[in-house]
């Protein structure tokens, strides 16, 4: 076993004498021809003999509490096969929707919040039951509201400690030029394609779930620990996953019922949640306000900043959106305060999204800074330019790598922007107005635990394993590079297994975390292949070059098959973040551009093209990174211009919980994006050298995107999504 902490920034490990020519590489996909093929297995599809359907029964209103649970009609449907409201292990869950029983506590948090379960032989008995069951509450008067829902000032929930440098008020009393605005985002849904399926069998006291999850490492601990029995008793698979976005990152209350379920029943039982149901029992993003407050001279170098927030959560979680995440590294600037404020509420959770923090942080951060530029009258890239930080300026940490000012540079050249014309709602093209907008982007890097198996088998194929996740972003090819480079094959010669618990514990696919942390725990399992090679060769591990399935020292060529003689070579790896992690300030970055056209009637607005340029330490592979972006960039667009996730004030619904009425981003909104990448290992971010990709794109997006409007129209937009209505008054004469 190789165990490896990041605690200095020397990187003497197998990537240095890579010659594979594999990492890094535009490769495609390599479970792409399953999934285009329909051939690749979801958590839903696999349908074992006895198969039972389990549908969710959700509380009728959000505040109260439950007095009785009747299900005597439901249980008298034929096919019906039980039903669960009286089992103490439904509590579960960690900040998702959780299940509760009859007994116990019996408060209700939120509407759809679950209280019981059909199982069936179909799945439309089970549909038709469930609507049958009775629950009679005691329901009390909600907080729907979170323009009127009660702030508390000084949460004790979320992760995100607040900062307070030197006196706000001071300096904005003091200071030549001060701004002072407020911008809000709506909730947002995660939105991934796959619904949220879970396929849950026992075999004995073992039990197995098939489930659509993130994070199957954790998800095993947290079903153990819903259900009172030993991690080791459980087995979570998840092959491929059809998107995440931050909503399958927990587990969810059904994940838990359906493994009750069938145990009760001793038969396999299958869930797929309604995408209804999945704002009700799968946590959003909450709504925001915002508060930016900037101190500068007239040249606009700062002297205090100031970003504070308020998002929203339910008495049952201890989630709360980081608002200012992203702004806390970004500018300089001696006085800072960046807070999260709460207001509590009777909705459903709110959890991780897309970016949680930075994607909503960095609209309203990115705005107010393009706004002072106009009220400065300097070129909004320069103001940036001009407070950018010689290292962090809220911890005083030096950076791990931080290339903003290039990408600055690199993407004003490629998207033209010394050609754009500063006055507002000035260009025209017919009768559509033409604008285009920038913004930074900056997502904060993570590095976790990771775990991996490499096997170098006797055929001189190379087998991967750990329990990472796929969820669209590649890792099955970035892990097979990894290993290809260090081991001096291509990546077709390597075979990666992922989503089972049964193998090494590695980070999941969250917070970005995903590609770095797993591929370092390749990286050192493969230099455990390497030191036993070297025995083999009679040299140094430094002496060795291994290219095209052959390993060189000393004069000596030798195919690695010949060198494995007949048994498998077994390496074991583990990175963890270390002191690195501690010392340094790390965040991946970047810098968005886009072009929109409004139309000077109606306020439609399309974007025309979007460009950004990236810093993400070593790219791992260049077109699942850049997909990534894309990904992220596209979220910009479509939290910018449509998401947004309704509540009826009056009862804790939301209005438009499905993809008919909640606007995400499709094919027709979107124009070519252009992403390229400025590349500079990041030795102390993991073995690698990879900062976060995923969620990187979002941030900063949406704004660019408001930033381009502007300029278009000369219309500001501090509330999103801009729709028509929020800019037909402000647009000028046609
Ligand atoms: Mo991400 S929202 O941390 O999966």
């Known amino acids: 076993m190789t165990e490896q902490a990041i605690d200095t920034a020397e990187r003497p490990g197998g990537l240095k004498r890579a010659v594979q020519g594999q990492l890094g590489a535009p490769l495609p996909r390599i479970e792409g021809p399953l999934k285009v093929t329909g051939t690749a297995n979801y958590a839903f599809e696999d349908a074992p003999a006895n198969v039972a359907y389990l549908v969710v029964v959700g509380a009728p209103v959000g505040a109260g509490t439950i007095i009785a649970i009747d299900a005597t009609a439901a249980e008298g449907v034929p096919g019906v096969l039980t039903v669960i409201h009286d089992d103490p292990r439904m509590m579960a869950g960690e900040g998702n929707s959780r299940a509760m029983p009859s007994q116990g506590s019996r408060q209700i948090f939120h509407v759809g919040q679950p209280v019981a379960a059909i199982v069936a032989d179909s799945l439309a008995v089970a549909r038709e039951a469930a609507a049958l ?108 996953v059809g998107g995440g976005f931050g909503g399958k990152t927990g587990v969810g209350a059904e994940v838990v ?39 500068c001279d007239h040249d606009g170098h700062i002297s205090a900043i100031a970003h504070e927030g308020v998002a929203y959560q339910n008495d049952d979680s201890g989630f709360l ?61 320069e103001l940036r330019r001009r407070n950018e930080p010689a290292c962090d300026p809220t911890s005083s940490k ?10 600055y540079a690199e993407g ?83 075979d990666v297994r992922i989503g089972d618990t049964n193998y090494p514990k590695s980070a999941g696919s969250g917070g970005s975390f995903g590609a770095g942390s797993a591929c370092a725990a390749v990286l050192l399992a493969c230099e455990d292949v390497l030191a036993e090679l070297a025995l083999r060769m009679n040299a140094a591990p430094e002496e060795l070059v291994l290219r095209d399935g052959c390993v060189t020292a000393g004069g000596r060529e030798v195919p690695l098959a010949e060198l494995a ?84 004030t009056r009862n804790g619904r939301f209005v438009n919980p499905d993809f008919g009425e909640y606007h995400v981003a499709v094919n027709a909104d979107v124009p070519q994006i252009d992403v390229h990448f400025i590349e500079e290992i990041d030795d102390a971010a993991n073995q690698v050298g990879a900062k976060g990709v995923g969620e990187l794109g979002i941030s900063g997006a949406g704004a660019a995107v408001i930033n381009a409007i502007h300029n278009a129209t000369g219309v500001r937009v501090r509330d999103v999504p801009a729709t028509l209505d929020t800019l037909l008054a402000g647009l000028p004469p046609v």
């Open 398 to 407: 030096p950076f791990s790598t931080r290339r903003l000012l290039d990408c």
């Open 257 to 295: 019922l359906a493994a009750i379920a069938a145990q009760r029943l001793g038969r396999p039982v299958k869930v797929a949640l309604p995408r209804r149901d999945t704002a009700y029992l799968v946590h959003h993003r909450s709504e925001t306000r915002q508060r930016i407050r900037i101190a």
């Open 565 to 648: 003689r007949g048994e498998p070579i077994e390496g074991r790896g583990k990175s963890s973040p270390g002191q690195q992690a501690k010392r340094t300030s790390q965040a991946s970055h970047g810098a968005h551009f886009c072009e929109v056209a409004v139309n000077g009637v109606t306020g439609e607005v399309r974007v025309r093209r979007m460009l950004g340029v990236f810093d993400v330490g070593r790219v791992l592979n260049q077109k699942t990174a850049a997909n990534q972006i894309i990904g992220g960039m596209v979220w910009g667009i479509s939290y910018a211009l449509g998401e947004a996730a309704v509540v009826d």
């Open 412 to 494: 004003a050249r490629r998207f033209g922007w010394p050609d754009r014309v500063p006055d507002p709602g000035t260009t025209r093209d017919g009768e559509w107005l033409i604008g285009i907008g920038m913004a930074a982007a900056l997502r904060g890097n993570f590095t976790v635990e990771a775990a991996a198996n490499v096997r170098l088998e006797p055929s001189g194929r190379v087998t991967v394993e750990t329990d990472m996740t796929d969820i669209g972003t590649g890792t099955y090819t970035i892990l097979a590079q990894t290993a290809g480079e260090v081991l001096g094959v291509t990546a077709d010669q390597v």
């Open 133 to 240: 069951v009775r629950v009679d509450v005691d329901a009390r008067a909600g907080r729907y509201d979170f323009a009127d829902a009660p702030v508390d000032e000084t949460p004790a929930i979320g992760f995100l400690p607040s900062v307070t440098k030197g006196d706000l008020d001071l300096a904005m009393r003091d200071a030549a030029v001060t701004f002072d605005a407020t911008y809000s985002t709506p909730a947002h849904f995660p939105a991934a394609l796959e619904p949220h399926a879970t396929l849950a069998w026992w075999d004995g006291d073992e039990l197995t779930v098939r489930t659509s999850n993130q994070v199957i490492g954790a998800a095993r601990g947290t079903i153990a620990t819903a259900l009172g029995i030993d991690a080791a008793k459980v087995r979570v698979l998840a092959p491929f």
């Open 321 to 381: 959106e980081p608002i200012p995440f992203g702004s806390i590294p970004l500018y300089s600037g001696d006085t800072r305060v960046f807070r999260t404020a709460l207001a509590r509420v009777d909705l459903p959770p709110t959890g991780a999204v897309r970016a949680p923090g930075e994607a909503i942080g960095t609209f309203a951060i990115e705005c107010a800074m393009d706004e002072l530029a106009e009220q400065l009258g300097i070129d909004t890239i």
